[in-house]
């Protein structure tokens, strides 16, 4: 008989304990197969096929030893299965009037061991020794009955062809079959427990990442809408802030002047509210996103029409020959464009100039917005440019974002001379290159 090896995997999972239902429901299992065992023995003894019947007390130790361990099969499977094979034993070899259920008890006993015992190498080792022994005392049992000079059943018992010999055979046969059977069965629970376990802690881990990636997304959306926030927000009430103040100080001596600043205003506010109102319809109906966005390189000149009119002569350069652009590339520039122009109106201070250039590649596509702030270091007022409040950053880790998520690279520095410069260099593939 084949006892079965255990592989590997087997010593790196146990299988988890068995739960207060479990317990329940071996000891109700062991109590009915009790019950059953003495009804079945008491109906073979009323039969007569025994003619010769043990003494009270073997009758019940063979049936208990047989049973009741069976409470407690799976808490400790193989001293559980050890007692039921001797009880077993007891039963065949006094002459217990029993054969159904006690072999069904031996039959959960062995299963029990190859199904549920944690230490794989002992369960082999236990399931081998009472298979060994069980096949033993039944060829020493088979040799000492073939000694008996009686007919069996009405033939000879000599001869290797003899009936006694098939019946024999059978025997082997049957036990090594219902030996083989209890461990393929208790193999295959154990295999099937294993694989349950497995695909519910893959269950587990794909549903943390889920959760991980669901909040991911939330903050990336977060950041995304933040950086839109600031791009519009900043833009549009820097220019607002600009022409409000110069209204107010125009607006006794320059009526005239004092209401183009405030047209300038009411414009930036209608733009601010529009691109508010593209946004959030952008986040209720996120399939639209492609279609909402209607920004891009080719309205550079609108912004600096826009940083003109916020007191920032600006001028802006194309280089290279014009070609449409990737969406997002297209969109990034420009509000990569519209942060650093609201950076110089913030921070170089009054009377700076600006320039925006455009150079397209043949493998690139660049912007760059200088200034010249920082050379001219008192205003009119007399206040320095690099006294201007200093900001929170978010605008330059915005456009680093931006430009990085496009497969860019961007460089924010002082220039040797004087001012500010930005500069955004977005590569563009061949595939690109040629649809362009």
Same mark, same amino acid.
Request: glycine share 8%; charged share 20%; aromatic share 6%.
């Given at each position: ?26 000891? !109700? *299992?062991?109590?009915?197969? &009790? $019950? ?8 073979? #003894? /009323? @039969? ?127 036990? !090594? *079959?219902?030996?083989?059977? &209890? $461990? ?8 099937? #427990? /294993? @694989? ?128 449409? *652009? ?111």
């Amino acid at each position: 008989m084949r006892a079965p090896s255990p592989p590997a995997a087997h010593a790196q999972w146990a299988r988890p304990r068995p739960g207060r239902a479990d317990l329940r429901g071996d000891a !109700l *299992l062991a109590l009915a197969l &009790a $019950i059953g065992a003495t009804t079945t023995s008491l109906l073979y #003894a /009323r @039969t007569g096929i025994y003619e010769e019947q043990p003494a009270l007390w073997l009758w019940v130790l063979g049936l208990a030893l047989c049973t009741l361990p069976l409470a407690a099969r799976r808490v400790a499977p193989i001293p559980v299965a050890l007692v039921v094979a001797a009880g077993f034993f007891v039963c065949g070899q006094f002459g217990v009037p029993e054969v159904l259920v006690i072999n069904i008890c031996l039959f959960i006993a062995i299963y029990t061991v190859t199904a549920w015992e944690p230490r794989r190498t002992l369960a082999a080792w236990s399931l081998i020794a009472i298979t060994a022994a069980m096949m033993i005392w039944l060829v020493v049992s088979l040799i000492i009955a073939s000694s008996s000079t009686e007919d069996f059943l009405g033939a000879p018992r000599y001869g290797i062809f003899s009936a006694y010999a098939t019946f024999a055979v059978i025997q082997i046969i049957t036990n !090594l *079959l219902y030996f083989g059977g &209890a $461990i393929w069965f208790g193999l295959r629970a154990w295999r099937a #427990a /294993r @694989t349950a376990t497995k695909l519910t802690a893959q269950g587990k881990e794909l549903d943390l990442e889920r959760q991980t990636s669901a909040a991911q997304a939330v903050a990336l959306d977060r950041i995304a809408v933040a950086r839109e926030l600031h791009d519009v927000v900043a833009h549009h009430v820097s220019v607002m802030g600009i022409q409000a103040a110069a209204a107010r100080r125009s607006l006794e001596r320059d009526p005239e002047q004092a209401a183009a600043a405030l047209a300038v205003v009411e414009e930036s506010a209608h733009a601010t509210v529009e691109e508010l109102r593209r946004l959030v319809h952008t986040l209720r109906t996120p399939e639209n996103e492609d279609s909402s966005s209607t920004v891009g390189i080719a309205q550079l000149s609108v912004l600096v029409e826009e940083s003109q009119g916020a007191g920032v002569p600006t001028t802006l350069i194309v280089a290279g020959t014009p070609r449409p *652009l990737p969406m997002l590339v297209d969109v990034t520039l420009y509000r990569v464009v519209q942060e650093a122009l609201t950076n110089v109106r913030k921070h170089a201070g009054r009377g700076a100039e600006a320039a925006v250039r455009l150079r397209f590649m043949d493998d690139a596509v660049e912007v760059e917005v200088t200034d010249d702030g920082i050379a001219r270091r008192l205003t009119s007022r007399g206040v320095r440019a690099s006294d201007a409040p200093a900001g929170t950053g978010l605008g330059l880790r915005g456009m680093r974002e931006r430009v990085g998520a496009v497969g860019g690279a961007i460089s924010a520095e002082r220039r040797e001379r004087e001012g500010f410069m930005v500069r955004a260099r977005v590569p563009l593939s061949n595939r690109q290159v040629v649809a362009a």
